[in-house]
C-alpha cells in the first residue's frame, strides 16, 4: 500500500528538512521525500499549503488502564492521540497496578497490543508500588520493553533511594524521568502561593517545592551520570536550574506543558477547577521564564501531561477536586498558537520540541521523516482556528484547561505506520 | 448614596466583586432595618412566602442564628440543614445536595462551607440565590458588612478612618472581606499578624501590613481583633497561645498607647485571654456586642436585596412599595 503525499510544506528537524516537498509512504515506512515524486498506483494526498511533520512524540500520558477505565483507557487515550497528531506516547506507571514488575508490564503490553491506535511506549516505575522505598526490578523491565523509568505523581524523597536508581539507570542507559517534588513544600497545596492564592484562600504551593528538588535530581544525576529528564517544569528557578545543568554538559533534558508555558495563576478566578493541576499554574513571570527556556532550548520537549479524570472528580469544590488536564488533542493547536504564531519557535524548532527531541531523549526511532523510518506522519491546516468544547474532545474525559477558547490549527490527517489512522 | 443605585445580583457571594455604590447600598438599606428590629414589633412582611435554607457544612451559632432572626424578622420561612443531620455525609455532591434544596421551591440558600469557592461553585449551579455565609479562607461578606456597618454608626462615617485588622490574617475569611470592603469605601487598612499568619502578596491590596501591635494600634481609629483559631493550626504557623497574648494580646495596657476613643471589634468567638483580655472585652471601648446585633440588620439587607434581585426589581414601582423606602430615615 502506497500513500503519497504531495506539495505539503514538510518540516523535519532531524533533516533539517523546511521545505515544499512530496512524501512518498510504502509498506509502512517512508521511502522517498523528494520534489515532483510520480508514483502509480498510490492513494494521493493533496497537502498545498499544509504542514506535513512527523507525528507528535508525547513522552507524558497518563492512559490510565489498568484500573481506571472510566477515566480513561489504551484504547481511547491513544485515540485522543490521534485527533491529536500524537502518534507515539509514553505511558505514565502510576496504574493500579503500577507497572513497578515485570509481570505488570506484561500485562499491560498485552492490552496494548490488542487495543492501541497508535505507538504506546512504556515507562516504568522507579520504586516498587511509587512509594520511594524498594527500587522495583529495573532489568527484568526493560527485557519487557520500558524506555524510561519514573514515579511520576511523586518522587523519592529518600536521597539513597534516588542514588541507586540513577545508578542503575545509568548502568542500563535507561533514562530516569523526575517528577522533581517536594512534599514538604507543598502543605496540602491546591494551587501556585502567591497573591491570587491569597486572594482566593486557597492553600499555595511555593515554587520551592519544584525547584528544591529539580536541584537535588540534577546534583544526583551529576554524581551517577545518569541521563536525568526533568518532567513538567513550572517556574523560573528549575528553567535557570536546567540551563545550568546543560552548560555543564550534565545529560539532564526538560520538558514544559502547553497549560504552563500558557496559563498563569490569574485564570484561577473564577476556582475552575479543570485548571487545578500539579505543578500548578504559576505566575505570570514563571510563564514567561518558560517560554524563554522552549525559545532558547533549554527545555528540549513539549508533553502533554495527558491526565483524564470524571466529571463526579473535577465538579466539585476545588479543594477536593483532582489534579490534572487532559492535554493530547490540544497540544498542537496551543503550542502553534501560542509559540508559532507569536514568533517564539518555528516550525522546526516546533517539531524539535514536539517530536524528535523527545524520541531522542527515550531513544526510539520515532519523530524523524527520515527515508527507512516508520511513517508517522501528520497533515496540519496551520491557519485554521477552532473552538475548544467538551464535544471536540475524543478523550473519555473532557477535563481541558483550554476549555472555550479558539486556537489555530486542526490535524487533517494522522498516518501512523503507513496508514491513515485519523482523517478529519 | 446615589439613590438610583439598584441591587442586580442574584448572589451575595463576596466584598470583592462588589462596587462601591452596591456596599453603600447594603450597608444604608441595612440603617432601615436597624429601625425596623428596635422597634418594639420587630417584624416586616417583606419576604411573606419566600423559603430562606441555611445550609450550613462547618459548625457556626452565631452566624446561623443571626441569618435565621434576620429572614424571621422579615417573615421569610427558614429551614435550617446542618452537614451532621443531612444526606451531606452520603456522599453526595454540593451541586447535587443545592439542585435537590432548590427543587423544594427555595428561594435564597445562605451557605456555610469550609472549601473557598464553594459558594461561587453553587451560586453559578443554581437559579436560587446564595449568601455566602463564610467559605473557606475566602470571603465572609456579611461579618465585614456588619463590622463596617458598627463603624458607620459609631463614628458616623467609613471614609478616612483607619482601622487595623489584627491576628490570623492568613486563614481569615473575615480579614479578606473587610479588607475588600474597607478599602473600597476609602478607609485606610492596617493588618498586624505574626510574619507567618501574613499572606503572601496581600499588601498589593493597598494595606498596610505590620507585626508590630502597638503601631497598628497607634492611631487606630477601631482595632478588629481576630479570633486565633488554635485548634486549626494545621501548618504548626502559630506562635503559642501564651506568647501570641504577650505579643499581640488586645489589653488595657497594650490601649494605652492608642486613641483614647478606640473602638475594638471582635467577630466572636472570643477567645478570652488568648487574643483579647477580658477587661477590654467587656470595657467601655468594646462594641462587640453592637456587631451581634447589627449584624440581624445587616442579613436582613442582604436578603432582602438579593430576594428582589432575584425577581427582578429593576422596576422602580416595585422597589417603592416595598417598605424600606417608607422606613428611611428623614
Not at chain 2, 141 to 154: S, V
Request: aromatic share 4%.
Amino acid at each position: 500500500m502506497r500513500i503519497l503525499i504531495k506539495n505539503g510544506r514538510v518540516i523535519d528537524p532531524a533533516n533539517k528538512i523546511d521545505a515544499v516537498l512530496d512524501i512518498l509512504v510504502e509498506d509502512g515506512r517512508i521511502s522517498k521525500v523528494a520534489r515532483d515524486i510520480k508514483s502509480d498506483p498510490c492513494d494521493l494526498i493533496d497537502a498545498k499549503d499544509r504542514i506535513v511533520m512527523p507525528g507528535l512524540v508525547d513522552m507524558h500520558v497518563h492512559l490510565r488502564e489498568p484500573g481506571r477505565e472510566d477515566k480513561e483507557t489504551v484504547a481511547s487515550g491513544t485515540r485522543a492521540a490521534l485527533h491529536g497528531g500524537v502518534t507515539s506516547v509514553l505511558a505514565m506507571p502510576n496504574t493500579t497496578p503500577a507497572m513497578d514488575s515485570a509481570e505488570n508490564i506484561r500485562l499491560l503490553r498485552d492490552i496494548i497490543k490488542k487495543t492501541a491506535c497508535c505507538h504506546v511506549f512504556i515507562a516504568g516505575a522507579i520504586t516498587r508500588g511509587r512509594e520511594g522505598r524498594e527500587l522495583a526490578d529495573l532489568a527484568s523491565m526493560k527485557k519487557e520493553g520500558i524506555v524510561a523509568i519514573t514515579d511520576d505523581g511523586s518522587s523519592p524523597d529518600a536521597e539513597d533511594v534516588i542514588l541507586d536508581a540513577m545508578t542503575r539507570a545509568g548502568k542500563e542507559n535507561i533514562p530516569v524521568i523526575c517528577h522533581s517534588e517536594d512534599k514538604a513544600y507543598v502543605n496540602q497545596g491546591v494551587m501556585n502561593l502567591g497573591f491570587i492564592s491569597t486572594q482566593l484562600g486557597l492553600r499555595g504551593i511555593s515554587n520551592e517545592s519544584e525547584y528544591k528538588r529539580v536541584a537535588r535530581d540534577i546534583q544526583v544525576a551529576q554524581k551517577t551520570g545518569a541521563a536525568v529528564h526533568i518532567a513538567h517544569i513550572s517556574c523560573r528557578e528549575s528553567v535557570e536550574l536546567v540551563a545550568a545543568a546543560k552548560s555543564k554538559g550534565l545529560r539532564v533534558s526538560a520538558e514544559a506543558t502547553p497549560h504552563h508555558f500558557t496559563l498563569c495563576d490569574e485564570e484561577l478566578a473564577g476556582y475552575d477547577t479543570n485548571l487545578k493541576m500539579n505543578p500548578p499554574l504559576r505566575s505570570r513571570d514563571d510563564v514567561a521564564a518558560i517560554i524563554r527556556g522552549l525559545a532558547d532550548g533549554t527545555i528540549d520537549a513539549i508533553a502533554s501531561d495527558h491526565a483524564p479524570h470524571t466529571e463526579n472528580e473535577k465538579e466539585i469544590e476545588f479543594d477536593r477536586a483532582e489534579f490534572g488536564v487532559i492535554g493530547l488533542e490540544t497540544e498542537l493547536a496551543v503550542s502553534i498558537t501560542e509559540l508559532v504564531e507569536k514568533n517564539i519557535l518555528s516550525w522546526s524548532e516546533l517539531a524539535k520540541r514536539l517530536a524528535y527531541n523527545p524520541a531522542r531523549i527515550l531513544g526510539i526511532k520515532k519523530g524523524t521523516l527520515s527515508v527507512g523510518s516508520d511513517a508517522d506522519i501528520i497533515i496540519v491546516d496551520s491557519t485554521r482556528e477552532w473552538k475548544v468544547a467538551q464535544e471536540t474532545f475524543v478523550s473519555k474525559s473532557k477535563n481541558s484547561a483550554f476549555l472555550g477558547r479558539t486556537l489555530r490549527g486542526v490535524v487533517e490527517y494522522t498516518i501512523c505506520c503507513g496508514k491513515v489512522a485519523y482523517r478529519r | 448614596m446615589t439613590k438610583n443605585t439598584a441591587w442586580t445580583k442574584k448572589d451575595l457571594l463576596g466584598l470583592k466583586e462588589l462596587t462601591r455604590e452596591e456596599l453603600e447600598l447594603l450597608l444604608n438599606t441595612a440603617e432601615s432595618f436597624k429601625e425596623v428590629i428596635s422597634r418594639e414589633v420587630k417584624k416586616v412582611p417583606t419576604l411573606r412566602g419566600k423559603t430562606v435554607v441555611n445550609l450550613f457544612y462547618e459548625p457556626s451559632t452565631r452566624t446561623r442564628v443571626s441569618f435565621e432572626i434576620a429572614a424571621k424578622r422579615l417573615s421569610a420561612d427558614v429551614i435550617n440543614i446542618a452537614t451532621e443531620s443531612s444526606s451531606v455525609r452520603k456522599g453526595e455532591t454540593l451541586i447535587d445536595t443545592g439542585k435537590n434544596i432548590e427543587a423544594l421551591k427555595v428561594d435564597i440558600i445562605v451557605m456555610r462551607h469550609n472549601c473557598s469557592g464553594a459558594a461561587l461553585m453553587l451560586a453559578k449551579n443554581l437559579r436560587a440565590s446564595v449568601i455566602n455565609a463564610g467559605d473557606g479562607w475566602h470571603e465572609h461578606p456579611t461579618q465585614a458588612l456588619l463590622d463596617m456597618f458598627t463603624l458607620k454608626e459609631r463614628l458616623g462615617r467609613i471614609e478616612g478612618l483607619k482601622v487595623s485588622i489584627v491576628g490570623d490574617i492568613a486563614h481569615s475569611r473575615v480579614a479578606r472581606s473587610n479588607i475588600w470592603g474597607l478599602t473600597k469605601l476609602g478607609a485606610q487598612v492596617t493588618i498586624c499578624a505574626p510574619a507567618l499568619l501574613i499572606p503572601p502578596g496581600i499588601e498589593k491590596t493597598g494595606v498596610r501590613v505590620t507585626s508590630d501591635i502597638d503601631e497598628a494600634l497607634a492611631d487606630a481609629d477601631a482595632v478588629n481583633v481576630l479570633r486565633m483559631q488554635f485548634e486549626r493550626d494545621a501548618e504548626n504557623a502559630f506562635p503559642r497561645q501564651l506568647e501570641y497574648f504577650k505579643n499581640f494580646g488586645i489589653t488595657t495596657e497594650r490601649l494605652k498607647g492608642a486613641k483614647k476613643n478606640i473602638l475594638v471589634m471582635h467577630p466572636g468567638p472570643i477567645n478570652r485571654g488568648i487574643e483579647i483580655s477580658s477587661e477590654v472585652a467587656d470595657g467601655s471601648n468594646s462594641v462587640i456586642l453592637e456587631q451581634v446585633t447589627n449584624g440581624i440588620a445587616v442579613r436582613m439587607s442582604c436578603l432582602f436585596l438579593v430576594s428582589g434581585a432575584n425577581e427582578n426589581i429593576k422596576k422602580v414601582g416595585r422597589l417603592t412599595s416595598l417598605p424600606v423606602n417608607r422606613l428611611k430615615r428623614p
